[in-house]
Antibody, heavy 120, light 109 residues
Framework: EVQLLESGGGLVQPGGSLRLSCAASGFTFSSYAMSWVRQAPGKGLEWVSAVSGSTGNTYYADSVRGRFTISSDNSKNRLYLQMNSLRAEDTAVYYC?????????????WGQGTLVTVSS | SYELTQPPSVSVSPGQTATITCSGDALSKQYAHWYQQKPGQAPVLVIYKDSERPSGIPERISGSSSGTIVTLTISGVQAEDEADYYCQSEDYSGTYRRVFGGGTKLTVL
């Protein structure tokens, strides 16, 4: 059974930093791309960042490029998101999602999310 | 930037058929996928590659595609289908960016 469990969310002041973690199990972690997707309160889903399982290449939404860094540790089956220079608009539930690719990328499994609140 | 457009809301009575559309310039060349999200829960994949259904998703949930519009259809709507539905595709400019539609709130009257 695939399981994704996020941790590391909390309250942080504007300009501060936070590191999210996602523990994965039930599949060969290194074989799949993984993404972070966020959802601001009362708003829709926004893709944030992804890391390729095969190449380790990383990708970012324009809204976070240069401030957030995605990484993965295949030996620990963990995904991370280092968030720096946080802004109020980064307040959201952050989901870890496993990506499948069969002619087109989609998210077949999601974690339950961790809430990040940026406020003074 | 690439955008996917959905109606903000759709309302249907129990037992009726709900249709939710998603439009995007590149959808005639790229697949779309659909997610269901209930309040306080994580999204769940309900349709992938326009019309494929993951295991465990009821047959009354289906997807189709025509030109630049993809459609999610829920037949015999039940109270449990009340949720937000999001379409998702890939930015066609080769940037790897994954794009979501704005979401549609399905209300069962």
């Amino acid at each position: 059974e695939v399981q994704l469990l996020e941790s590391g969310g909390g309250l942080v002041q504007p300009g501060g930093s936070l590191r999210l973690s996602c523990a994965a199990s039930g599949f060969t972690f290194s074989s799949y791309a993984m993404s972070w997707v966020r959802q601001a309160p009362g708003k829709g889903l926004e893709w944030v960042s992804a890391v390729s399982g095969s190449t380790g290449n990383t990708y970012y939404a324009d809204s976070v490029r240069g401030r957030f860094t995605i990484s993965s540790d295949n030996s620990k089956n963990r995904l991370y998101l280092q968030m720096n220079s946080l802004r109020a608009e980064d307040t959201a539930v952050y989901y870890c999602a496993k990506e499948d690719y069969s002619s087109s990328p989609y998210f077949d499994y999601w974690g339950q999310g961790t809430l990040v609140t940026v406020s003074s | 930037s690439y955008e996917l457009t959905q109606p903000p809301s759709v309302s249907v009575s129990p037992g009726q058929t709900a249709t939710i559309t998603c439009s995007g310039d590149a959808l005639s060349k790229q697949y779309a996928h659909w997610y269901q999200q209930k309040p306080g829960q994580a999204p769940v994949l309900v349709i992938y590659k326009d019309s494929e259904r993951p295991s465990g998703i009821p047959e009354r949930i289906s997807g189709s595609s025509s030109g630049t519009i993809v459609t999610l259809t829920i037949s015999g709507v039940q109270a449990e289908d009340e949720a937000d539905y999001y379409c998702q595709s890939e930015d066609y400019s080769g940037t790897y960016r994954r794009v979501f539609g704005g979401g549609t709130k399905l209300t069962v009257l």
